[in-house]
């Protein structure tokens, strides 16, 4: 891979700010535009970018794909976790209600933790399948 100076300078300065903009989206989006899903492709792409400019293997020795399996399990864990919990709560599956004293602390809570759900699952499965894609050529 070749070096290109300004590429990799002008990198470093901008992943972090798409990870900063990745977790505002994701811890606004039960208040504007934003969530998990968008939150979750954000963040994968600043990952993406920092392969593309530094090499896969360099990305893979950042956030490894067992790590990624892993994350993207969870993800799904917490998501079917917070419905299961509405439901031992006494209500129907994901009805946020319960979850606190007020119903809207439990709507903001049940929103917030299924909006974190889907984010670390969309990030995780997207960077799954950007690896095993950009890895193709090694085998």
């Known amino acids: 891979m070749t070096h290109n100076h300004i590429l990799r300078i002008s990198s470093k300065f901008l992943i972090p700010l798409i990870i900063v903009f990745a977790f505002y989206v994701q811890f606004h989006g039960d208040f504007g535009p934003g969530g998990g899903f ?18 896969l293997e360099a990305a893979e020795r950042a956030i490894s ?8 399990s969870l993800g ?31 709507q903001h809570l049940g929103v917030l933790l299924v909006e974190l759900g889907v984010g670390i699952t969309v990030f995780s499965v997207m960077l799954i399948i950007y ?3 950009a890895g193709r050529a090694r085998t």
């Open 76 to 106: 799904v864990v917490i998501y079917a976790g917070v419905g299961i919990a509405t439901i031992i709560f006494g209500g129907n599956y994901l009805e946020y209600t319960v979850l606190a004293d007020s119903q809207i602390a439990g």
């Open 65 to 72: 794909p067992t790590l990624l399996r892993i994350l993207a």
């Open 38 to 55: 968008q939150a979750g492709v954000i963040l994968s792409a600043a990952i993406i970018l920092y392969a593309m400019v530094f090499g």
């Open 131 to 133: 690896f095993t894609f």
